[in-house]
């Protein structure tokens, strides 16, 4: 028993964008099934009347059973009005292979020199408008599948991609050994400039991805830059981490300088003197070791002066200042003749014992005049 009517529906797989039912002259009242993410373009005679989303349609045609088989009899059993239906897949479609098919020459806008490079990737794309789809690129296709459109797209994609990595390249100033830290930016950059090419033909680029580039290792010009460029980047860490350890080092000393003035304080405090008495401390030793010393003692330099540096240390440096007077007090008689060398030294002592607190400044000059005296 023949069909009075059929049921036309798609339940294919995702990999296709557009499919077109094989039932053709199907009879009105013929049901058309829409799924979700589907869409139904309906053609009589050649042209596109309706456009379905999901749901359940009646198709009304001119092919009435029966009555069309007589009247196709004048036509060769063939019907005079044509019909069809076309199934349009509105899911995104990921992972679609693309790459360019020969390098892009261009000149590197850092370095300057000649490149050819290459490049690859994965970009998603869905149907943004199913009228102009199907007009524009499909035609009378049975279908359409993801290779089948991309091969649509090849010859423009390819010529667009070579055009438009160079631009990018040059617009953002990268050079050919930072180009792989800024796909992202490639990717961005380039899906911009590519989605009014797709969108003339009702395709929207989702996404567009560039993965890698084909570099020209081994190319003369390219391995000569690239040594130069990393020997670049290398002296300038090598900088930086010498200035590190540096800092590091100079902060490392003064810490320990800083510890070891703190243990010194510590160690005058507990033993009962300051800085102050511990440089006349110093200088007293100087002076009494001097074989000169008895002629100070002459002078009114004795131990009640030495004294004056106070505490324990006083104590200290007037028992070696005796030790110093008895000992200049046998030297004295054996050397009577003064010069000017020892002039000097006597003067410089002086002025020592004076910084050091030890004698005022009257005193001072009052030594100082004896000295004088002693050798006009």
Known sequence: MAK?????????????????????????????????????????????????????????????????????????????????VYFINKTVQMAIKWGTDSHVQYMDPVYNFPLSIGARGEMALSVADSRKLLIKLVGTENGVGQQKLVDFFKAFLMTRVKTYIAQVMKNNAINIFEI?????????????????????????????????????????????????????????????????????????????????????????????????????????????????VGEFTNMGVGLGTMAGVGGAVGGMVGGMMNDAVTNAQVTATASQGDDMAAFKAKIEKLTMMKEAGMLTDEEFNNMKSQLLSSIL
């Open 4 to 84: 009075i009517a059929e049921v036309i529906k798609y339940e294919g797989d995702n990999s296709t964008f557009v499919w077109k039912h094989p039932c053709e002259d199907f009879n009105s009242l013929t049901q058309l099934i829409v799924h979700e993410s589907q869409e139904a373009l309906f053609f009589m005679n050649g042209q596109a009347l309706d456009l379905f989303g999901p749901g359940r349609y009646t198709l009304e045609t001119q092919n009435i059973p029966k009555l069309g088989k007589i009247l196709n009899r004048t036509t060769g059993d063939e019907t005079p009005f044509h019909c069809e």
């Open 180 to 292: 792989d830290e800024n796909l992202t930016l490639f990717s961005d950059s380039l899906k911009g400039l590519l989605t009014g090419d797709f969108s003339d033909f009702g395709i929207n680029l989702e996404k567009f991805l560039v993965t890698g580039i084909a570099k020209p290792d081994g190319e003369k010009n390219y391995e000569r830059f690239k040594e130069l460029h990393y020997n670049k980047y290398l002296s300038i860490q090598e900088a930086q981490l010498k200035q590190q350890t540096d800092i590091i080092y100079a902060q490392t000393e003064a810490q320990k300088t800083i510890i070891e003035s703190q243990a010194i304080a510590t160690k005058r405090q507990q033993e009962g003197y300051t800085y102050q008495q511990e440089r006349g401390f110093d200088v007293a030793e100087k002076v009494a070791e001097n074989e000169a």
